[in-house]
C-alpha cells in the first residue's frame, strides 16, 4: 500500500530515496518518449479511434495540453536523434532543454549540443544560445521572450513565428505544422520571428470570453470603417457587436464555398461532372446527417471527435466505382480518411502519392509566390470572397488575425481613399455551424 506520510523518515534517509525517485524519474521519461515516438510513428491512435497523436495523449492518457506537446515533441526529436534518449535518461538533459535545442539540431551538431547542453539550466543554456546561435537585432521586439516560447504548447497547430492559446476548432494537432520527425529541421538555421504578444482568448464566465490579439494597421482601418458602417445598428461601436457580425458574414460565405449553403436550392440538381465531384445538395445533407464530424470509429467504438481538416470521403472508393450519393458518402477528418485509403489501396501506394502531392503543392507555392508579387497589396472591394475560399481549402486552420482580416473585409470595403465614397454593403445572416473542412479528397 501506498503511503505519502514521510515524517516517520530520518533526513539521510528521505535524501537518498528523493534522489533514487529522481533517477528513475529520468529513466522512466526517456522510456515514455520511446514509447510516445513508436505509437505516433505506427499511427496506432489513429484505429483507436484519434485524429492525432495529440487527441490521443488528451483523450487516452489524460495528459494536460502541455504536457502532451513537450512530450510528443520531445519524443519526435529523439527518434531522429537517438541520443537524446540516453541524454535524459542520465540526467544530462531535461525536457526543456531538448525543446530548446530541437530547432537548431542537425545531424552534424547534434552531439555537439549535447555536450554543451547537459546540466545547464533554461537560463543558462538560452545564454549559450545566444552565442552559438546569434539572432538579429530586431529580435530584441520581442524582448522577454525566450526561444521556447515561441512555439504553442496547447492546444493550436504551431508555427515558430507564432502562437495562439486554445484557438483551434478542438482536435487538432499542435505539433502538426512541425510535421513527423524531421519537419522541424526546415525552420534551421534561419531566424525566427517572434511576435511581441501571443494571442490568447480565455474564458470569463459560461457566456463570455476575453480576446487579446495583436492586428495589423490594415485589419484596424477595416474594424473602423466596419464601426462606421454600422452606425445606426451598432451606435456604441462596440467592437464585439462589429466582431460578430463580421463573423457571420465570412462563415456564411464559407458555408456557401464547402457545404453548397443557400436559402434556395435548385429543384433539380445538376448532373455529376465527375467521378470525384460531389454536388452542393449532397455535401449538405451529409454535413447536417453526420453532425460536422469525423464519423470513424475506433476498435472500441469510440467515435472520432475531429471537427476540423474534415473530408467529404466515398464510402465505397472512386476507383471502385463509387458514386457521391447521400448513403454513400461520409464525413472523415484527413487522418482517418488517410487511414482507410491505405487500408484499401496500401500503405506504400499511398506513400507514393502523398509524396507526389507535396512535389505538386511545393511547385505550385513557389509560382503562386511569383504572382503574388506582381499583385495588389490590398485586394479590391468585392474580392474578399475568393481568398475566404482559399482558406477554406488550407490544410490548416487559419489564424485568428487572418480569420478577422477576412471577416472584417466582408463586413466592408477598406477605408476608402481619400476623396473616394464607398457605398456600405448588406450583411449576411448566419447559416449553422461553422464548417472548418477541407476539400472534398476521399479515395
Known amino acids: 500500500m501506498r503511503t505519502f506520510k514521510l515524517k516517520h523518515l530520518r533526513d539521510s534517509v528521505l535524501l537518498h530515496e528523493l534522489s533514487s525517485l529522481v533517477e528513475l524519474d529520468r529513466v522512466n521519461t526517456a522510456q515514455l518518449l520511446a514509447y510516445i515516438a513508436e505509437v505516433d510513428e505506427r499511427r496506432l491512435y489513429l484505429p483507436a479511434g484519434y485524429p492525432s497523436m495529440y487527441a490521443y495523449c488528451l483523450g487516452a492518457l489524460y495528459l494536460s495540453e502541455d504536457s502532451a506537446y513537450r512530450r510528443i515533441r520531445a519524443a519526435r526529436t529523439a527518434r531522429e536523434f537517438p541520443a537524446f534518449y540516453e541524454a535524459v535518461a542520465k540526467g544530462r538533459l531535461h525536457l526543456t532543454a531538448v525543446l530548446l535545442l530541437t530547432p537548431r539540431l542537425t545531424p552534424g551538431n547534434v552531439d555537439e549540443l549535447i555536450a554543451s547542453a547537459t546540466h545547464k539550466g533554461r537560463p543558462e543554456l538560452e545564454q549559450w544560445m545566444a552565442g552559438r546561435f546569434p539572432r538579429p537585432e530586431a529580435m530584441q521586439l520581442g524582448d522577454g521572450i525566450s526561444p521556447l516560447s515561441t512555439v504553442q504548447l496547447a492546444p493550436a497547430p504551431v508555427e515558430m513565428g507564432g502562437a495562439e492559446l486554445a484557438l483551434a476548432p478542438v482536435g487538432t494537432d499542435p505539433v502538426l505544422a512541425l510535421g513527423q520527425a524531421g519537419a522541424a529541421r526546415e525552420l534551421t538555421p534561419g531566424p525566427v520571428e517572434v511576435p511581441s504578444r501571443p494571442t490568447r482568448l480565455s474564458p470569463l464566465s459560461p457566456e463570455r470570453y476575453s480576446l487579446q490579439v495583436t492586428i495589423p494597421r490594415t485589419t484596424h ?5 466596419a464601426q462606421s458602417l454600422l452606425g445606426h445598428s451598432n451606435p456604441s461601436g462596440e467592437i464585439a457587436g462589429v466582431l460578430d457580425r463580421a463573423l457571420d458574414s465570412l462563415i456564411a460565405q464559407l458555408e456557401r ?9 435548385r429543384p433539380q440538381p445538376r448532373p455529376i461532372r465527375g467521378r470525384r465531384h460531389v454536388p452542393a445538395a449532397i455535401r449538405r445533407a451529409v454535413w447536417e ?10 476498435d472500441r467504438g469510440r467515435r472520432c471527435g475531429a471537427r476540423t481538416r474534415l473530408e467529404f ?4 472508393p472512386v476507383a471502385c466505382g ?6 454513400r458518402m461520409r464525413l472523415r477528418c484527413r487522418g482517418h480518411n488517410q487511414f482507410e485509403a491505405e487500408r484499401v489501396y496500401g500503405e506504400e501506394f499511398m506513400r507514393q502519392k502523398r509524396a507526389a502531392a507535396a512535389v505538386r503543392r511545393v ?16 485586394p479590391p472591394v468585392g474580392r474578399v470572397a475568393p481568398q475566404a475560399a482559399e482558406a477554406s481549402r488550407s490544410d490548416h486552420p487559419v489564424k485568428l488575425e487572418e480569420l478577422l482580416r477576412l471577416a472584417l473585409g466582408l463586413q466592408g470595403p477598406r477605408v476608402a481613399p481619400r476623396g473616394e465614397r464607398r457605398a456600405p454593403r ?18
Open 221 to 225: 482601418d477595416k474594424l473602423r470603417y
Open 257 to 265: 464555398r464547402k457545404l453548397g449553403a443557400t436559402d434556395r436550392p
Open 289 to 298: 446527417r453526420d453532425g460536422g464530424q469525423c464519423t470513424f470509429v475506433g
Open 313 to 316: 470521403d466515398h464510402v465505397d
Open 322 to 327: 463509387g458514386r457521391a450519393t447521400v448513403e
Open 363 to 378: 511547385g505550385n507555392s513557389a509560382a503562386g509566390r511569383r504572382s503574388a508579387g506582381a499583385a495588389a497589396a490590398r
Open 426 to 443: 448588406a450583411v449576411v445572416d448566419p447559416v449553422g455551424a461553422p464548417p472548418w473542412t477541407q476539400a472534398p479528397a476521399g479515395p
